[in-house]
C-alpha cells in the first residue's frame, strides 16, 4: 500500500511562488507516472502536470512556463514549484501516481492566492 503526503501549501499574494512537495511511503523509483492535480471552489478535479520515471514532463496550458514538476527517486519524493501565482490558481493540491493500475492519491494541500 502506497501512501502520499503533501506539503507545502499556504497563502501568497498574486505573482508570488510556492514550492509544493509530496513524499511517498515506498520506492517510486519503477513508478511509470506521477503527477499534481488540483480542485478550485466549485470545479471539477484537473490534470496540473505529469512527470515519468524518465523524467519527461507535461503541464496544462493553464501553468505551462510558470509551474515546474520534478520527482527524485531516491528521496521518494515528488514537488511542484510554482512562481507567478494568479488567483486563479487557488485549489486544493493532490499528488497522484498509479500503481498496478491502482490510483493512489494524497490527502490535498490548500494553495490561496490572494491580496
Known amino acids: 500500500q502506497m501512501q502520499l503526503v503533501e506539503s507545502g501549501g499556504g497563502l501568497v499574494q498574486p505573482g508570488g511562488s510556492l514550492r509544493l512537495s509530496c513524499a511517498a511511503s515506498?520506492?517510486?523509483?519503477?513508478?511509470?507516472?506521477m503527477g499534481w492535480y488540483r480542485q478550485g471552489p466549485g470545479k471539477e478535479r484537473e490534470l496540473v502536470a505529469t512527470i515519468t520515471s524518465t523524467k519527461s514532463t507535461k503541464y496544462a496550458d493553464s501553468v505551462k512556463g510558470r509551474f515546474t514538476i520534478s520527482r527524485d527517486n531516491v528521496r521518494n519524493t515528488m514537488a511542484l514549484q510554482m512562481n507567478d501565482l494568479q488567483p486563479e490558481d487557488t485549489a486544493v493540491y493532490y499528488c497522484?501516481?498509479?500503481?498496478?493500475?491502482?490510483?493512489?492519491w494524497g490527502q490535498g494541500t490548500q494553495v490561496t492566492v490572494s491580496s
Open positions: 515506498r520506492s517510486i523509483f519503477r513508478i511509470y507516472l
Open positions: 497522484w501516481l498509479k500503481s498496478y493500475d491502482v490510483d493512489y
